[in-house]
């Protein structure tokens, strides 16, 4: 019987130190007009970016442990979302979900994490992208903007239906997998050291990428690609 207690006790205590059950712990409102630059420096949060109709911006905070709820600032016209300087313990989990008006267009737009997963959707820019996760995948599905910089050291990168003049992806060991809604207006770079690239469009036209990779795993279905002046190492 004792033994029987002891196994509910640990199997409990495991259950809940990794359960990533999270409860809203921080909602915060901003004025789109008094913003013009949103930027992250994340560990381990997760982080969704959704476009919503309206005049204010919102910064929704679930966590699972209310000693690592990252904090949030309003600077200079800068809202800057950065995790605490703590060590994170097994079982700790926390989603950042930006609520962004559609037609919120912030010159700089920087997301930033060490393992967290990022997913940004329906989201149009007439400035720069710039995404990055050590090791945490990274989803983008329907995003317009001029330039479009995804990078990750071990992170899946998926881009469903992007639009944008140019842009660059890279990892070192992650996948690459991307389909273009449109023409691309300058040559765009794609790197990989032994991840897998692919690659498609829904547009006709023709493409030109620099295409580096150590170990070459490439499945291109697009028709028209000029990789001339591009490298496979």
Do not use: H, W
């Amino acid at each position: 019987m004792k033994k029987l207690f002891s196994i509910f006790i640990i199997a409990f205590y495991t259950s809940t130190l990794f359960s990533q059950e999270t409860n809203l712990v921080s909602r915060q409102n901003y004025d789109k007009k008094l913003i013009n630059s949103i930027k992250s420096e994340l560990t381990f949060e997760d982080i969704n970016i959704k476009r919503i109709q309206g005049d204010e911006i919102s910064i929704e905070i679930y966590c699972n442990n209310l000693n690592k709820v990252p904090t949030v600032q309003n600077k200079d016209s800068e809202l800057f979302i950065q995790s605490l300087k703590k060590k994170n313990s097994p079982g700790d989990y926390c989603m950042v979900i930006l609520y962004l008006p559609v037609d919120f267009n912030p010159e700089t737009f920087s997301i930033k994490t060490i393992s967290g997963f990022i997913s940004l959707k329906d989201f149009s820019s007439e400035n720069d992208i710039e995404l990055f996760s050590q090791t945490g995948n990274i989803d983008i599905i329907k995003t317009k903007s001029t330039f479009l910089s995804v990078n990750s050291i071990s992170g899946n990168i998926i881009a469903k239906n992007i639009s944008c003049d140019y842009f660059s992806f890279s990892t070192i060991s992650g996948n690459i997998s991307f389909v273009l809604f449109s023409d691309l207006f300058a040559k765009s770079k794609i790197s990989s050291v032994s991840g897998n690239i692919n690659f498609n469009s829904l547009s006709n036209s023709s493409y030109n990428f620099d295409i580096k990779q150590v170990k070459p795993n490439v499945n291109n279905k697009i028709p028209k690609l000029n990789n001339s002046e591009g490298i496979i190492i």
